[in-house]
Nanobody, 124 residues
Framework: QVQLAESGGGLVQAGGSLRLSCAAS????????MGWFRQAPGKEREFVAS????????RYADSVKGRFTISRDNAKNSMYLQMNSLKLEDTAIYYC?????????????????WGQGTQVTVSS
């Protein structure tokens, strides 16, 4: 079993930065792939970024490429999402996800474990 807990959300002005954290527990083998997704009001949950825990290889949604950076810290069993140059359209609940597969996919169905989410609000 894997448990995930996000933190670091909040209110920020457009152009600002935030760093989200995801603390993970459980077997490392059960979270070989980890990712960040987000869901805005009235919209479906969408992929933001993912990482292969072992290799550190990453994927990004086109909408965040060049602005967001996903990373992990093996010693702290934590994953991070550094978000820079935030835009109004980045406002959403951000979710941490994990799975035992190794392909660090971009689909919601690629992940079995989910955190409760953390709210990110970008204001003008």
């Amino acid at each position: 079993q894997v448990q995930l807990a996000e933190s670091g959300g909040g209110l920020v002005q457009a152009g600002g930065s935030l760093r989200l954290s995801c603390a993970a527990s459980g077997r490392t083998s059960s979270r070989s792939s980890m990712g960040w997704f987000r869901q805005a009001p009235g919209k479906e949950r969408e992929f933001v970024a993912s990482i292969n825990w072992s290799s550190g290889s990453t994927r990004y949604a086109d909408s965040v490429k060049g602005r967001f950076t996903i990373s992990r810290d093996n010693a702290k069993n934590s994953m991070y999402l550094q978000m820079n140059s935030l835009k109004l359209e980045d406002t959403a609940i951000y979710y941490c996800a994990a799975d035992r597969n190794t392909w660090y996919g971009t689909a919601v169905n690629d992940y079995a474990y989910w955190g409760q989410g953390t709210q990110v609000t970008v204001s003008s």
